[in-house]
């Protein structure tokens, strides 16, 4: 013992003492720079909603258990009931209570664990799919009208086979069909699709492909939505029509075949017409057809006809002599128009002297009028004060000019 306190004392120098609030926050940033954001599924108990908003609950598995906290923003945002007892996957930030030194998980997202997670993964996938233009009408194939060979991707086994061949034996039982085995559930059933779905393009046997299965939940359909399924589905040079589950059903093979079909039967009535129709149809398709020809024959004689009626006129003597006639005519026309716009000048150029004369200063003179003005600048006088006795003056008459000089000026009589 003695030993132990003097080496103690010894090396007091070297020792980094911590608070316990230091010791809790350096086991803080540990924690959360170490571990970080975490997906973390387990079961809720102890759930506590205090009036703050924040939310609190022990999130446990078989064998161990961890404090969570979700506060008030993020709290906000989850969409659905939550309980003890209730399954959930969160997805959270490791971290420590450093009040009470406690390990605890600050909670940002939370939903159901198991279908929920499935759902989260659907939406991921859908929308990484949709970006890279995976979903887009542009790059969808149309289905033939009357495929010869219908190719089915399914499970040789299942209900859904049944229906598509019902299906296809009512509506046109003259089309050949093809099947691909493969598994529609389960473990390694993606692989399986993927590997059928290639075969069937390489093969290029049929002129349109089924992808099919019956209904089920979300579990069971899971292989549907899958991206390597997905993808293989997108990279097929044959059309493709999707018929997975039922009618609520939508699986993200849907989104990405060219066409979707709300069940595996009508899948199957997609692929192909229906044959009293079709019959009618191209009965339909020769009469008009037979008419058409007929109409066809006739037009063309009465071209004929036409052609020769406009070779006959188009004789060269014919031609000549419509020639001179056109020329003829169209110098009487030039003569009589020349005629015309010499009369019309004429006329106005009359109107134009008589508007000239009228306004003419030489016509007021004409009537025994004068004009006066001054002989030093020529400016016209007409103003008597403007003109003071001995001022030489001209004034200009209708015949001749006299030279005068002002005697007398009288003011005006206002």
Excluded at 161 to 172: S, T
Aim: with cysteine; aromatic share 6%; hydrophobic share 40%.
């Amino acid at each position: 013992m003695n030993t132990g306190a003097t080496l103690d004392l010894r090396f007091e120098d070297e020792r980094r003492i911590l608070s316990v609030s230091d010791l809790n926050q350096e086991a803080r940033l540990l924690v959360e720079r170490g571990l970080g954001a975490v997906w973390v599924e387990g079961e809720i108990s102890n759930l506590a909603r205090p009036a703050s908003g924040h939310m609190y609950w022990t999130l446990k598995d078989a064998r161990a258990q961890v404090r969570c906290a979700m506060f008030r923003q993020a709290a906000r945002r989850v969409d659905f009931p939550i309980d003890d007892g209730q399954q959930v996957l969160v997805k959270a930030r490791a971290s420590v209570y450093e009040a009470r030194g406690e390990f605890q998980l600050i909670v940002d997202y939370l939903e159901e664990a198991g279908v929920g997670m499935l759902r989260r993964k659907f939406e991921e996938l859908k929308r990484k799919l949709a970006a890279e233009g995976l979903f887009d009408a542009e790059r969808k194939k149309t289905l033939p009208a009357l495929p010869a060979r219908i190719g089915v991707v399914t499970s040789p086994t299942g209900a859904a086979i049944r229906d598509v061949l019902i299906a296809l034996r009512r509506r046109f039982p003259a089309t050949s069909v093809l099947i691909y085995p493969t598994s529609v559930q389960g473990d390694g059933a993606p692989e399986e699709i993927v590997r059928a779905l290639r075969l069937a393009d390489e093969r290029a046997d049929c002129d349109v492909l089924i992808v099919t299965r019956g209904g089920g939940s979300i579990e069971d359909l899971w292989a549907f939505n899958e991206e390597i399924v997905a993808r293989a589905i997108a990279a097929m040079t044959i059309p493709v029509i999707s018929g997975v589950g039922h009618e609520t059903d939508f699986t993200i093979a849907d989104f990405v075949a060219d066409v979707r079909a709300p069940t595996p039967s009508q899948a199957a009535e997609l692929a192909v017409p229906e044959q009293t129709e079709f019959v009618a149809r191209l009965n339909r398709y020769l009469d008009h057809l037979r008419r058409a020809a007929t109409r066809g024959i006739a037009d063309e004689t009465r071209k004929l006809d036409a052609l020769a009626h406009r070779l006959n006129r188009a004789h060269p003597g014919v031609a000549v002599r419509a020639s001179h006639q056109r020329l003829d005519e169209l110098e009487a026309r030039l003569g009589r128009a020349i005629k015309t716009r010499i009369e019309r000048f004429g006329h106005r150029l009359t109107l134009a002297e008589r508007a000239l004369t009228s306004l003419s200063p030489l016509a007021t003179l004409d009537r025994g009028y004068a004009i006066v003005s001054r002989q030093d600048d020529g400016s016209v006088i007409t103003d008597s004060e403007t003109a003071t006795p001995g001022t030489p003056i001209d004034v200009s008459l209708a015949r001749g000019h006299l030279a005068a000089t002002v005697n007398r000026s009288d003011p005006p009589n206002d």
